[in-house]
C-alpha cells in the first residue's frame, strides 16, 4: 500500500512538472484531475484517512502523456522532502513507530490487569489482522536499542616512578567509555602537552574479560569502583550526565563524585610555568625611581626612631618530652624598632649541655611558619608576632616548640601598663622534678663476657671491665680441685670421672676428663677456663658454692663435686668464716644446738650415743651415724657428713669411735694453724715464674706497709 501511494505521487510530482514547462497543455488537462494534483504537491505527509480523498489509480491517468522518460518534471511547491520512517529515536533509544497501529484502549479492561489476575483476563479485543507488521519486531534488538550510545567515565590509574626526585607515584587521567550495544570498552588517555608519556588510545574498543572470565557489564561499573584490565587497576571518579540518566532510567544510582588524588607532578609543573620576577627587576626598578626623585615610602622608620632600644624581656620555659629533655629556660628579647625577637639560653653550671649561645637569632617571629627548602619562593606570607600578641601565662609557639611566658623584667611591665594597660602578672612555676629515666639493660646475646657485653651499655667509648687486682694477688695461687660425676641419663656417663679446678682468682673454672684404657673415650681438657653463671641466683659461681655435694650445671652438662683434695680441705679448714659447713666446730654446734633439754652436754652426749648405738659396742658405721642424726631430726649436708668423717674417722674403717665424738661434744672449738705452714710449704712444688711472682707480691706488700 505503502509502494503504490509512493507510486502514484512520484506520477503526479511529473505531470505537474510537464504541464508547467507547457503553459497551454497546463490549462486544457488541468481540470481533469480535479486540481488533485495542487493538494498532492503540496502534502508532504500521508496519513491514512486521507490516502482514500487522494487516491489515484492508474485508470485516471491520462492516456495523452504517456509515463515515459523525460515526461516527468519536479514539484516546485514541495517544501519537506522527508521520507517515511517506521522506527523512531525516543529518549535516546530507537522505538517502534506506531503510527500506523491503532488500538483502542478500554479503562476498565487496564483496571482489570492492574488488580486482577492475568490468567483470568475476559474481554480483550482482538488486534486487528491489519495493523500487523512482520517485519517490525515487537521489543527492538539490544544492538538496535542502544545504537550509538556509551557509558562515559572518568577514572585514573597510578603508576610507579623511580627514576624521579619530584614524585614516587604518577596519577594517569583516563576516560573510560562502554558502549551498550555490544558491551565493549575503550579506554583513552587524554594527551597532555610536554608530559613525554605515550598517551591517546589506551585500550582498544572490545570485550574486556574479568577475573573470573566473564565480561565487563555496564553493571559492574560504578563511581568509586576499581576495575582490574588486564593487571591494571582503574579507579572510577566520575560520570557524565548521560551515564547518570542512564543508571537512573535502569534503577541504579550512582554514587557521588570523587576527588583525583594529589598529582606531584601536576603541581610542580604548575609550579615551574608560574612566573616569578627576578629580585633584580624589582631592585632596578626601584633605583630608577629613586633616581627620579621617587620611590617607595619608608614604612618602618617612624616606628624605629620611636622606638630604637626598647626593648621587652621575658622569661620563657619549654616542657622538652624527649628522653634527655626537662624544663628549659630561655630568655626573649622582643626589640620595638623592627618587632623582631632573639631567644637566649639560660646557662646553668654543671648541667651536662653543650653551651649554645641562642635558640634562635634575632629576626621575626612567625606565629604558623610555612617551612620550605627555599625561603624566597614562599607563596603565603607568614603571619608574625607583636607586642599585643604577649600576655604572661599563655604559650607561644617557637618553630613547633611551646613556650609558656611566665615572667619579664621591670620596664617589660611598666611598657604594657604605660602603652596596652595590661597588668603583667607573674606566674609561680612548679618546682621541676628530678629526671629519673631508668632505661632496662639489653640481654646478654652470647658473644664474649657479660661484662664485654656491659661496657658498651655503661659508656659510650668502650673501656675494658676493670678486674678486682688485689683479689687477683692474694688469691690466684689458690686452686681447688675436686672430683665430680657427670649427672646423666645415660648409663654410660655414670662411669665417667673429671677434675674440677676451681682458680680462686678470677672465679673461673676448668674441667679435664680421666679416660679408662679401652673405654673408647679421650680423655683431657673437657671445658676451657671460664667463668660460669649460676642459674639459680643469677650471679657468677664463687668459691662459697664449691662444697661437697653440690651440683652445678657448667656449659648445659650437670655435675656433682663429690671429693675433693688434701688441699682444698685445708684451704676449707684456714677460711672457716667462708666455708662454715667445713669447719667441724660449725658442724659440733650445730649437733649440739639440738640439747637444750639437758643440764650439760654430758648427758646430752649420752643420750644421743644411747639412741644411735643399738649393739652398745662403742662404734658406728658412718651410714648409722648419718642416718641417726636425721631421725633424731639433725639435718646434715653431704659438706657436714664429710667434715665428721674427716675429723672422727682417722683411721679410714669407715666407723667412728663414741667417745671420740663424746670428747669433741664436750671439748672446747680448737684452732687449726697447720694450714699456714702447708701453704708456705706448698711453694715449693709450684713453678718458678709463680713463685717470683708470689715473692714480688709479698716484698710489695712489705714496703706498703712501712
Request: with cysteine.
Amino acid at each position: 500500500e505503502l509502494c503504490f501511494v509512493r507510486i502514484r505521487k512520484h506520477i503526479a510530482r511529473q505531470i505537474r512538472q510537464f504541464f508547467w514547462n507547457i503553459r497551454w497543455l497546463h490549462f486544457k488537462l488541468f481540470p481533469i484531475f480535479n486540481i488533485q494534483c495542487t493538494m498532492v504537491s503540496t502534502q508532504s505527509t500521508w496519513d491514512i484517512e486521507n490516502r482514500k480523498k487522494f487516491e489515484m489509480k492508474p485508470a485516471n491517468i491520462p492516456k495523452e502523456l504517456p509515463y515515459l522518460p523525460g515526461n516527468v518534471f519536479t514539484d516546485p511547491y514541495k517544501t519537506k522532502f522527508n521520507k517515511g520512517h517506521v522506527f523512531d529515536k525516543k529518549s535516546g533509544s530507537q522505538t517502534e513507530s506506531v503510527k500506523i497501529l491503532e488500538e483502542k484502549v478500554d479503562p476498565g479492561l487496564l483496571k482489570s490487569m492492574r488488580e486482577g489476575v492475568p490468567a483470568n483476563l475476559e474481554g480483550v479485543p482482538p488486534r486487528p489482522e491489519e495493523a500487523e507488521h512482520e517485519g517490525i519486531p515487537k521489543r527492538p534488538p539490544k544492538w538496535l536499542k542502544h545504537d550509538k550510545q556509551a557509558l562515559r567515565f572518568f577514572a585514573y590509574f597510578q603508576e610507579p616512578v623511580h627514576e624521579s626526585g619530584i614524585e614516587n607515584f604518577r596519577v594517569r587521567k583516563c576516560v573510560m567509555f562502554y558502549y551498550l550495544d555490544d558491551d565493549t570498552l575503550h579506554i583513552i588517555e587524554p594527551r597532555v602537552e610536554n608530559s613525554g608519556i605515550p598517551q591517546g588510545v589506551f585500550l582498544k574498543r572490545h570485550k574486556v574479560p574479568k577475573a573470573g572470565g566473564d565480561i565487563y557489564t555496564y553493571s559492574d561499573l560504578n563511581i568509586g569502583v576499581n576495575v582490574d584490565v588486564y593487571g591494571r587497576v582503574f579507579r572510577i571518579v566520575d560520570s557524565d550526565e548521560f551515564t547518570r540518566k542512564f543508571y537512573a532510567d535502569m534503577g541504579v544510582t550512582l554514587k557521588e563524585a570523587e576527588e583525583y588524588p594529589a598529582d606531584l607532578f601536576g603541581d610542580h609543573r604548575i609550579m615551574s610555568k608560574t612566573k616569578i620576577p627576578p629580585p633584580d627587576i624589582a631592585e632596578s626598578k626601584e633605583y630608577v625611581e629613586k633616581k627620579l626623585n621617587g620611590g617607595r615610602f619608608n614604612k618602618g622608620l617612624q616606628q624605629f626612631l620611636e622606638n630604637d632600644r626598647k626593648v621587652l624581656s621575658f622569661d620563657i620555659v619549654w616542657d622538652d618530652s624527649s628522653y634527655d629533655g626537662g624544663l628549659k629556660f630561655y630568655k626573649m628579647d622582643f626589640f620595638l624598632a623592627d618587632n623582631t625577637a632573639e631567644v637566649r639560653e639560660v646557662r646553668e653550671q654543671n648541667n651536662g649541655k653543650d653551651p649554645y649561645p641562642k635558640m634562635l637569632k634575632r629576626g621575626k617571629l612567625p606565629k604558623e611558619p610555612v617551612l620550605t627548602h627555599c625561603p624566597g619562593m614562599k607563596m603565603k606570607k607568614d603571619e608574625h608576632y607583636e607586642p599585643a600578641d604577649f600576655t604572661l601565662g599563655i604559650k607561644i609557639k617557637i618553630f613547633s616548640r611551646d613556650c609558656l611566658l611566665y615572667d619579664c623584667d621591670d620596664y617589660t611591665k611598666k611598657w604594657y601598663k604605660d602603652n596596652l594597660k595590661i597588668e603583667m602578672v607573674p606566674i609561680q612555676l612548679a618546682k621541676p622534678r628530678p629526671l629519673l629515666k631508668y632505661q632496662q639493660a639489653p640481654p646478654y646475646l652470647g658473644y664474649g663476657t657479660v661484662e664485654d657485653s656491659m661496657a658498651s651499655v655503661k659508656a659510650l667509648v668502650l673501656k675494658p671491665p676493670k678486674k678486682d687486682v688485689q683479689r687477683i694477688f692474694k688469691n690466684d695461687l689458690h686452686i681447688l680441685r675436686y672430683e665430680c660425676k657427670l649427672v646423666s641419663s645415660n648409663p654410660d656417663d655414670e662411669t665417667r670421672k673429671f677434675i674440677l679446678s676451681f682458680y680462686c682468682g678470677d672465679d673461673t673454672i676448668q674441667i679435664y676428663e680421666i679416660a679408662d684404657r679401652n673405654s673408647g673415650r679421650v680423655g683431657g681438657k673437657f671445658m676451657d677456663r671460664n667463668k660460669h653463671v649460676n642459674p639459680v641466683n643469677g650471679s657468677y659461681y664463687n668459691e662459697k658454692d664449691m662444697l661437697i655435694g653440690q651440683m652445678l650445671i657448667l656449659g648445659g652438662y650437670k655435675f656433682r663435686l663429690v671429693k675433693c683434695d688434701e688441699y682444698t680441705e685445708k684451704y676449707f679448714e684456714a677460711n672457716p668464716e667462708v666455708f662454715k659447713e667445713a669447719s667441724i666446730d660449725y658442724v659440733i654446734e650445730k649437733i649440739k644446738s639440738q640439747g637444750k633439754g639437758f643440764k650439760t652436754v654430758e648427758e646430752y652426749a649420752k643420750d644421743l650415743m644411747g639412741k644411735m648405738d643399738k649393739n652398745k659396742d662403742g662404734y658406728l658405721s658412718f651410714e648409722e651415724f648419718c642416718a641417726g642424726l636425721k631421725a633424731l631430726g639433725i639435718i646434715i649436708t653431704y659438706q657436714e657428713e664429710h667434715t665428721l668423717m674427716r675429723r672422727f674417722d682417722t683411721n679410714q674403717d669407715n666407723k667412728i669411735s663414741l667417745q671420740e665424738f663424746i670428747d669433741a661434744l664436750t671439748a672446747p672449738p680448737q684452732q687449726h694453724p697447720y694450714l699456714q705452714q702447708d701453704l708456705s710449704l706448698s711453694l715449693i712444688h709450684i713453678s718458678e715464674p709463680t713463685r717470683r711472682y708470689a715473692i714480688s707480691y709479698a716484698v710489695f706488700c712489705l714496703k706498703k706497709k712501712n
